[in-house]
């Protein structure tokens, strides 16, 4: 079954600490995702890609590095974390005119 | 700025009433609206869809668009505490793939 999933599902990491989320999907989607979800802000796009070597800057993409390195992997780079960058973490793939399917999420915590 | 807003922020409804809630774009290029229903805990997952003006029914969801006024609502009929979520709004951009979302709308079903 074609699915998004993300690893790890929690992680805890200390102020100033590297971190790297993974995202792998099995869509054969173009598009991929990665979102932050705060209480009382809904979905915020951080980056996107629309294909492997590509990247596309999101909404609040300030601290955060992607890196798209297959048409199936897209991942999220912290590489000083901060206490702001505590979040739950989606991401997501898509083609065009069809809709998002999301992962289970990877709940940070920044300490 | 918030391309999408929806109201309310959050909704309370006895089981067996009716939901409603609302969303507006104020990007005029969008093209395309999704519902998409997130469980506590959960990842989001598609609702329903609509691109034509008029209205759409599935079961006891029913989603309408006024595509002059980029506005779309969702009714739920029969409301149920397994509906008790959050009920985020998308939108479509079409001059490319990018979607926004809504903050959500908080909808809990009381029994």
């Known amino acids: 079954e074609a699915a998004v999933t993300q690893s790890p599902r929690n992680k805890v990491t200390v102020t100033g600490g590297n971190v790297t989320l993974s995202c792998r999907q099995t869509?054969?989607?173009?598009?991929m995702y990665w979102y932050r979800q705060d209480t009382g802000h809904g979905l915020r796009l951080i980056h996107y890609?629309?294909?492997?070597?590509?990247?596309q800057i999101g909404d609040v993409p300030d601290g955060y590095k992607a890196t798209r390195t297959t048409q199936e992997d897209f991942f999220l780079l912290l590489e000083l974390a901060s206490p702001s960058q505590t979040s739950l973490y989606f991401c997501?793939?898509?083609?065009?005119?069809?809709?998002?399917?999301f992962g289970s999420g990877t709940r940070l915590l920044v300490i | 700025q918030q391309k999408v807003q929806q109201s309310p922020e959050s909704l309370i409804v006895p089981e067996g009433g009716m939901a409603s809630l609302n969303c507006t774009s104020s990007?005029?290029?969008?093209?395309y609206f999704w519902w998409y229903r997130q469980h506590s805990g959960k990842s989001p997952k598609m609702l329903m869809?609509?691109?034509?003006?008029g209205e759409k029914e599935e079961g006891r969801f029913t989603v309408h668009l006024n595509k002059a006024s980029l506005h779309t609502s969702l009714h739920i009929r029969d409301s149920q505490p397994s509906d008790s979520a959050l009920y985020l709004c998308?939108?479509?951009?079409?001059?490319?793939?990018?979607?926004?979302f809504g903050d959500g709308t908080q909808l809990v079903v009381k029994p």
């Open positions: 997501a793939s898509s083609d065009v005119g069809s809709d998002y399917t």
């Open positions: 869509n054969s989607h173009n598009y």
């Open positions: 890609s629309y294909g492997a070597g590509n990247l």
């Open positions: 990007d005029r290029n969008v093209d």
């Open positions: 869809s609509i691109f034509s003006n």
């Open positions: 998308a939108a479509r951009r079409n001059s490319n793939n990018r979607i926004f």
